[in-house]
């Protein structure tokens, strides 16, 4: 019993090295391609920008906010867009990413067919951001703030979900920005959650 005992803590210990350091690389290999941008810096200005927007009681004031803001946009826009593309370059074996809710170490190379491939997400991601910060359907400024916000905050879940566990990145985004992962999928673009269900699995 005692041997057994043993048997099973070494077992998790090991498992719980080969966890460690499995995160600790894709953590390090997503932030050795994004460090070569500025969308996290971005993500924060309009975030903080759109905040202020919708606090201003002075209708003149805030529409210069909003103008303001705009060029953030268009800047996070290319700035994502180069990101993804630079992503797409990461091996597929690298890029896979297990859809079990909790991480288990090897599950994405042991179970390829229960995984996506975070280089299609952040192409997703990419294109529904560059849809939003564009707003082809005409939302009024808060309605547009509110469906780019649900887009980056949905592409920083799935960053967390490649790092960690689909389970960990919705608890973050809950803690962080009081957001369930479910009202994420509502509140982005539809096209955006098509797809984004299409390529993870419904």
């Not at 996290?40 to 903080?48: A, F, G, R, Y």
């Not at 060029?71 to 074996?93: C, G, H, I, M, P």
């Not at 179970?111 to 005409?138: C, W, Y």
Request: glycine share 4%; proline share 3%.
């Amino acid at each position: 019993m005692e041997i057994f005992v043993l048997l099973l803590m070494v077992a998790a210990f090991g498992a719980y090295r080969l966890k460690s350091k499995t995160q600790a690389k894709r953590i390090a290999l997503l932030a050795s391609h994004l460090g070569r941008y500025q969308v996290e810096k971005l993500m924060e200005s309009l975030t903080d920008g759109y905040l202020r927007a919708l606090g201003e009681k002075d209708p003149e004031r805030q529409r210069q906010i909003w103008n303001m803001l705009a060029t953030s946009e268009e800047q996070l826009v290319e700035q994502f867009r180069r990101f993804a593309a630079d992503f797409s370059s990461v091996d597929v074996v690298d890029a896979r990413v297990s859809k079990l809710p909790v991480f288990l170490p090897e599950a994405d190379r042991f179970f390829p067919d229960n995984t996506f491939d975070m280089r299609q997400a952040l192409s997703v991601h990419a294109q529904g951001i560059e849809r939003a910060a564009k707003n082809e359907q005409g939302r009024t400024p808060r309605d547009k703030a509110y469906t780019l916000s649900a887009e980056l905050f949905l592409m920083q879940h799935t960053c967390h979900w490649y790092c960690r566990s689909k389970t960990i990145a919705s608890a973050r985004m809950l803690a962080r920005h009081q957001t369930p992962y479910l009202q994420l999928l509502k509140s982005v673009d539809p096209e955006t959650r098509e797809a984004y269900l299409a390529l993870i699995g419904r």
